[in-house]
């Protein structure tokens, strides 16, 4: 078990760009979870997919923003056309089982840091 | 909607002194509560967590908490705290039939010699 993976850890790129992160759970868990995190503040809540659906989206994500776990495993958080209020830290986290999915029990990723300059 | 505060945004504390770290959340259903340190620049590992049962919950590390319904609280502590204790530490709940964890705004813990 590696724990859940991110990539890359962290992004630089200049206003308007697009940027991808990528997200691998852990294998066996079927819910997955995007956070942001800013500085001075809590992880916020931006959306989770249960296998390959994208069941709940955060009011937070913009349509520049977008998400996507094409085969229930690895997830991509795209963001087009950055802005500098789009730098934070973004987390990934993966859960499993009728349990954890209840009790909500999380397991986070080292996070990816984009700066938009 | 589920909310967690976290009073004090920074607690400075000296090397073996005991340290408690403050959780409120608001709820008026069955609640699972949690808490989380981040390291600088690391991901968030999970410290403890109360899910039912005995009130008081012992975590890694030394750390452990005390759930308290009637005041709705969750506050962490540690009788004698080291300097590698110092990061941010989040209270999260979860609220059962919920879809996701709300985290508080975190309380920065100082260890100082």
């Known amino acids: 078990d590696t724990g859940v993976s991110q990539n890359p850890r962290h992004k630089i790129t200049k206003r308007g760009q697009n940027v991808t992160f990528r997200c691998d759970p852990i294998s066996e868990h079927n819910r997955l979870y995007w956070y942001r995190q800013t500085l001075g503040q809590g992880p916020e809540f931006l959306t989770y997919f249960q296998n390959e659906a994208q069941l709940e989206k955060s009011r937070l994500l913009s349509d520049r923003f977008s998400a996507e776990r094409p085969k229930g495993s690895f997830s991509t958080l795209e963001i087009q056309r950055t802005e500098q209020g789009d730098s934070a830290m973004y987390l990934c986290a993966s859960s499993s089982g009728v349990a954890a999915s209840r009790t909500g029990e999380l397991f986070f990723g080292e996070g990816s840091r984009l700066t938009v300059l | 909607a589920q909310s967690v505060t976290q009073l004090d945004s920074q607690v400075p504390v000296f090397e073996e002194a005991p340290v408690e770290l403050r959780c409120n959340y608001s709820?008026?259903?069955?609640?699972?509560l949690f808490w989380y340190v981040q390291y600088p620049n690391q991901g968030l590992q999970l410290l403890l967590k109360?899910?039912?049962?005995?009130?008081l919950v012992k975590g890694i590390n030394g750390f452990e908490a005390e759930f308290n319904k009637s005041q709705t609280s969750f506050h962490l502590r540690k009788p004698s705290v080291h300097i590698s204790d110092t990061a941010e530490y989040f209270c999260a709940a979860f609220t059962g039939g919920g879809n996701k964890l709300t985290f508080g705004t975190g309380t920065q813990l100082k260890v100082e010699l």
């Open positions: 709820s008026s259903v069955s609640v699972y």
């Open positions: 109360y899910l039912s049962g005995s009130t």
